[in-house]
């Protein structure tokens, strides 16, 4: 039985690592994962919920006091299993982003409950019998464990604040070349071709968003284009502090976190609009308004 309980606890204990991992290398994602529930305020403690999946899956592999590690193990698995399933029914919620940037392992909704089913009979053996096994936790163990949370909380904050460089029609772009009124972009905004728009997507939290404002407040002015849209999250007292601080001269358009995510996760996000086409897509601080005037005369010049 102590060979099973063993093994069991290994397997689940690589389980929560991967899933730590994975969710490690696209926090920001993971972080708008949960706002997209509704849940801002628990979006702010991503990096928490992923030091503790960690932390969860090391102590379940060194076999340290299984009974009660197995038992938290359950905790997580459930209330992670219950509200994925609430997303889905509820919310039209597909992919249950359990496991991050490893995207392959991010499966069908059926899949999904049939995994968690399985590493769920496995974690009630290790909290049934897992007393039976003693295992100290050694000085070696505890520098290892804290080794590899220090990784993780570097590459946590490295993926949480990457917004930063600024991405002039990324590869992955999913707007550029296409006309407005065939994409979401149709939703936030309504365009005549003898305009030009930039629609600025934001959050409020967000400080490379914020540092984006005062560029963004010349585009009007300077005529880099005739109207610019910014669309963020609906939140009273931040939109207060919002407006109150920036004083913003441009349109600010709020939406429901379910709604705004379907635009894009990445924050934040500029669409530079001509033609009733996308020409250009932002993603990271915005430059001020001569480098972006040059980047369109880029565009221009090579004909897109």
């Known amino acids: 039985m102590k060979r099973r309980v063993k093994i069991y606890a290994i397997i689940a204990g690589l389980v929560f690592l991967i899933s730590g991992f994975g969710k490690a290398l696209a926090t920001a994602d993971f972080s708008y994962l949960i706002i997209r529930y509704g849940w801002q305020a628990v979006s702010d403690i991503a990096v928490l919920i992923i030091g503790a999946e960690i932390i969860v899956g090391l102590l379940l592999v060194f076999h340290i006091r299984l009974k009660e590690t197995g038992f938290i193990a359950i905790v997580l698995l459930t209330a992670f299993t219950l509200i994925y399933a609430y997303g889905y029914f509820f919310m039209d919620m597909e992919d249950c982003g359990c496991f991050g940037s490893v995207s392959v392992l991010n499966t069908s909704f059926v899949f999904t409950l049939i995994r968690n089913a ?6 009630i053996d290790v909290c049934k019998n897992g007393g039976c096994i003693a295992s100290s936790l050694t000085t070696w163990k505890i520098i290892f464990i804290t ?18 460089m600024i991405h002039f029609g990324y590869q992955k772009s999913r707007y550029t070349g296409k006309s407005v009124h065939n994409s979401v972009l149709g939703d936030f905004v309504s365009t005549s071709k ?21 560029n963004l407040k ?3 002015p300077s005529g880099i284009v005739d109207k610019v849209i910014a669309v963020t999250l609906k939140d009273s007292i931040r939109e207060k502090f919002f407006i109150n601080t920036f004083q913003p001269d441009f349109t600010v358009q709020t939406y429901d ?20 086409t996308v ?7 915005l430059p001020c308004g001569y480098v972006l005037l040059q980047q369109l005369r880029k565009i221009e010049k090579n004909g897109h």
């Open 257 to 276: 976190p379910q709604t705004l995510l379907r635009l894009t996760n990445n924050f934040p996000s500029a669409y530079y609009i001509k033609n009733d």
């Open 118 to 123: 399985a590493l769920l009979y496995l974690l």
């Open 218 to 220: 010349q585009y009007e």
């Open 279 to 285: 020409k250009l897509e932002i993603r990271g601080e």
């Open 194 to 214: 003898d305009s030009t728009y930039l629609v600025f997507a934001f959050m409020h939290s967000c400080s490379h968003c914020l540092n984006s404002i005062e």
């Open 147 to 164: 080794a590899v949370l220090c990784v993780a909380s570097f590459i946590s904050g490295l993926t949480y604040t990457n917004n930063d």
